[in-house]
Structure formats: structure tokens, C-alpha cells
């Protein structure tokens, strides 16, 4: 059954951003943050807080924040609330759906744990414009990937293994010229990296290198979902995949995570190239403030590694019958195709479990915007 409709998803409009554009700024919060993250937005800008600790938060007062916990969101999704994953930096999906039917043009999104510095509000406004033989940066190699870490030797999280060598890995300077519709912004204190890269004798950079002005990734990027910014129009198509058990046949199965933003960035970077639509990353940097235990990461990070060269094949293989449309058909329509990819895949078939769980968690998605 067909889950996408043209209905609802007219085309939007395509202007740079202007003073006239509005915003909402989606922070997802587990717990209490240090509540000086909300300092550097404008006070008149709409914030829209997915509670992900059902109610146990306690902020202060500010007019122009609204926290949705577990409950209210149910209210707000009715039917579709089974479409929003829980108890993951996914959640924030919750978020996207309300400034998207809000109308809002802009949707910039920032994690609880980051620290923004002055301008961070409008370096992002000012990265979604259309741009003219923009800097630009592509992998050498067809279905090659951009780093966005820049010291030697150092990859982003979620950077492919197997591309992890001097010739794979080699990028050329280039231009671009299209609109942006997603820029990704960087981070620094606690730079975004495999968990298993922290062990020693590594000793992690304290920043990304050296990221002067906003560069359009052309090829595959790994998509940190922590501090970016898009256009409504992107939404349907811009999923943060949920975290799900893998039942590998060990005591409790295997937790997969941390996969949720770059899987997600995949697959929304997959149907921005049908379109011509452009991703940039680079300014603004925030700072990354909070480090998870490095053997708990690198334990739920296992299985998005083992799983990951399959999945994006999967992706390429569903986006090969994909005709550019607006963004919702669009997801929807990979959605369907995933899960016939998934159907003919001879992956192991505890892979397969979690692809197939994956593909359905899309077309519950891609209904939201149906």
C-alpha cells in the first residue's frame, strides 16, 4: 500500500532565507541541562523541547519555550504516536513534526549538551541561502565520503571502517551551485567521534580542525545531528532512525545506537542529490560538553558498524527507483523500496531482523506526512 499523497506536501518556497523567515529551534532533553543553553537564541524565537524524561525535567520559566513530555505527545500525534522513537537522541523527530505542521521555514536543531557562542543563531540562517560556484568539497572515488573532521588521521563519527585508507579517503576542492537545504554545523571540546576511537593510546583532537567558512559536501557525508539547520520542506525526509535490540543469540541481545542522525543524514542526503539540493557543514562550532564513558559507546556503537556497508547498499539500492519529487513522496517511496531491498538482501539473518525493523520504522514516518 502506497503511504505517500501529493496533497499535503505542496512545494515550498524556495527564497534565501530573509528577515521575514521563521524559525524554531528543536532541543531534545533526557535530563536537565545547564539551562544558560537557551542564552544565545532570541527571545522571540520559538523553542519546542522533546522531553525524553517523561516530565522529570525542571526548567526555569521562559515564555517562548514549550515542553512536550510523553504524554503531550501523544495528544499531539494521536494515531501516529507510535512513530516517534523514545529513550534516544531520536526523539527529537517528535520536535521536527511540530514546527514543520507549525509552518515554521526554518528548523535549526541543537542537543541539550552543546554550548552555543554568539552568532551560532544566525551563522546558521545565513548558511541556507542559495549559493554560485560555492567552496565546495568531493570525495575522489564514486560513492566516496567527505570527513568533516579535519585533523590528520581522524574520522567523524560514523565515518565508514573500510573506507579508512589514503586512497578511499582522498577528497578534491570543487565548487557547487545550488540552494542549501541542510547545513551542519561543527563542534569542539568533545569532538564527534567513533567511541572506539577514544581508546588509548589515542589521544582525541579538541576540535574538528580547521573550519573557516561553510563548505558544500558533495558525495556522502556523515550527519551529525547535534547542531544543523534546514528547511521545512526537508522534514518528511529527514528521519532520525530509532534504537532497537539486536537478537545476535547472546544473553539480552545487543543494543544498536548512535546510528539514529548519521543512517538518518544518509538516507535525507540520498534524496537531496535527486533533487539538486545541497548539504554544508562547517560554522557555526558549538561546544560539545558532555562525554559518554567510552566503553559504553563503543558497546552500542557495535552493531552500527557490522551493519552499516549493508544498510547504506540497501539505501542506494532503494534510491535507484526514486523520482524526484517533494521530500515526503519521496521518503515515502524509498521507504517501500527499502523494504523490497531488505526482502531480496542475503544478510545474516539477525541483520535482517533490524533492517526490516528499520524500513517499517520509515513507513511509520513517511504516514505522519502522508
Not at 554544508?280 to 552500527?304: C, D, N, Q
Not at 531488505?342 to 533490524?354: C, D, E, F, K, Q
Request: glycine residues 8%.
Amino acid at each position: 500500500m502506497s503511504v505517500h499523497s501529493t496533497g499535503q506536501l505542496a512545494a515550498q518556497a524556495n527564497a534565501p532565507v530573509t528577515p521575514g523567515t521563521t524559525v524554531a529551534v528543536v532541543i531534545p532533553m533526557p535530563g536537565d541541562p545547564d539551562w544558560s543553553i537557551f542564552d544565545e537564541i532570541p527571545a522571540d524565537v520559538r523553542i519546542i523541547v522533546p522531553d525524553d524524561s517523561d516530565g522529570k525535567l525542571a526548567p526555569p520559566p521562559r515564555a517562548n519555550v514549550s515542553y512536550f513530555d510523553y504524554t503531550a505527545q501523544r495528544d499531539y500525534m494521536g494515531d501516529h504516536y507510535d512513530a516517534i522513537p523514545h529513550k534516544s537522541a531520536a526523539c527529537r523527530n517528535f520536535g521536527h513534526v511540530v514546527a514543520f505542521r507549525e509552518g515554521y521555514d526554518v528548523i535549526v536543531a541543537l542537543d541539550y549538551d552543546c554550548k552555543v557562542r554568539p552568532g551560532w543563531f544566525q551563522a546558521h540562517l545565513d548558511a541556507l541561502t542559495v549559493k554560485t560556484d560555492a567552496p565546495a568539497v568531493a570525495p575522489e572515488r564514486p560513492n566516496g565520503w567527505v570527513n568533516s573532521v579535519t585533523v590528520e588521521g581522524w574520522y567523524a563519527r560514523g565515518y565508514p571502517y573500510e573506507l579508512r585508507n589514503p586512497v578511499d579517503a582522498r577528497t578534491t576542492e570543487t565548487t557547487a551551485t545550488g540552494e542549501v537545504k541542510l547545513h551542519m554545523g561543527v563542534w569542539d571540546g568533545i569532538v564527534d567521534l567513533n567511541g572506539i576511537d577514544r581508546f588509548p593510546p589515542h589521544d582525541a583532537p579538541p576540535d574538528p580542525g580547521e573550519h573557516k567558512e561553510p563548505l558544500v559536501a558533495l558525495g556522502n557525508i556523515p550527519v551529525c545531528g547535534m547542531n544543523t539547520s534546514f528547511r521545512r520542506e526537508l522534514a518528511p525526509a529527514y528521519f532520525f532512525l530509532p534504537d532497537l535490540w539486536v537478537d545476535d543469540g547472546s544473553p539480552g541481545g545487543w543494543q544498536l545506537s548512535r546510528h539514529d542522525d548519521i543512517w538518518g543524514g544518509y538516507i535525507a542526503k540520498r534524496l537531496m542529490d535527486l533533487r539538486g539540493d545541497l548539504l554544508s557543514f562547517g560554522p557555526p562550532v558549538v561546544e560539545h560538553t558532555r562525554l559518554t564513558p567510552g566503553t559504553r559507546t563503543a558497546k552500542i556503537e557495535h552493531y552500527m558498524h557490522l551493519l552499516a556497508w549493508e544498510f547504506f547498499a540497501l539505501v542506494d539500492a532503494a534510491s535507484e527507483k526514486v523520482h524526484p519529487d517533494h521530500y515526503g513522496e519521496m521518503f515515502g517511496a524509498l521507504s517501500e523500496e527499502f523494504l523490497s531491498e531488505v526482502g531480496r538482501s542475503r544478510a545474516p539473518r539477525h541483520y535482517l531482523g533490524i533492517y526490516r525493523a528499520l524500513g517499517e520504522s520509515m513507513l511509520r514516518w513517511a504516514k505522519v506526512f502522508a
